[in-house]
C-alpha cells in the first residue's frame, strides 16, 4: 500500500507561479511511475504530467512549455512546477502512482493509487 499526501496548492494571480509537492510513503518510490491529473468544476479529471520510473517525462499539451514534473528519489517526493497559470487551470490536482507502469497508465488515468488532491485556483 502506498499513501500520497499532495501539498503547495492555493491561490495565485494568473501569470503567477506554484509549486505542488507529493509525498510517498514506502521504500520502493524509485520503482513507481508517478503523476498529476487535475479536475476541473463539472469536468472530468484529466491527465497533466507524469515522470516514469526511469526518469522519462509527459505532459499534456495544454500545460507543455508552462510545468515541469519532477521527482526526488531520496525524498519520495514529485513535485509539479507551474509557471505562467491560467484561470482554465484551476481545478483540483490529484498525485497518482504505480509500480514500474508505462506512461499510458496515467495519461488513461488508470494508476494503482491516488492522493486525495490539493486545490489550485487561478484568478484573472
Known amino acids: 500500500q502506498v499513501q500520497l499526501v499532495e501539498s503547495g496548492g492555493g491561490l495565485v494571480q494568473a501569470g503567477g507561479s506554484l509549486r505542488l509537492s507529493c509525498a510517498a510513503s514506502?521504500?520502493?518510490?524509485?520503482?513507481?511511475?508517478m503523476g498529476w491529473s487535475r479536475q476541473a468544476p463539472g469536468k472530468e479529471r484529466e491527465f497533466v504530467a507524469t515522470i516514469t520510473w526511469g526518469g522519462i517525462t509527459y505532459l499534456s499539451d495544454s500545460v507543455n512549455g508552462r510545468f515541469t514534473i519532477s521527482r526526488d528519489n531520496a525524498k519520495n517526493t514529485v513535485y509539479l512546477q507551474m509557471n505562467s497559470l491560467k484561470p482554465e487551470d484551476t481545478g483540483v490536482y490529484y498525485c497518482a502512482a504505480d509500480r514500474f507502469s508505462p506512461i499510458r497508465t496515467m495519461t488513461n488515468l488508470k494508476p494503482r493509487y491516488w492522493g486525495q488532491g490539493t486545490q489550485v485556483t487561478v484568478s484573472s
Open positions: 514506502g521504500n520502493r518510490f524509485s520503482e513507481y511511475t
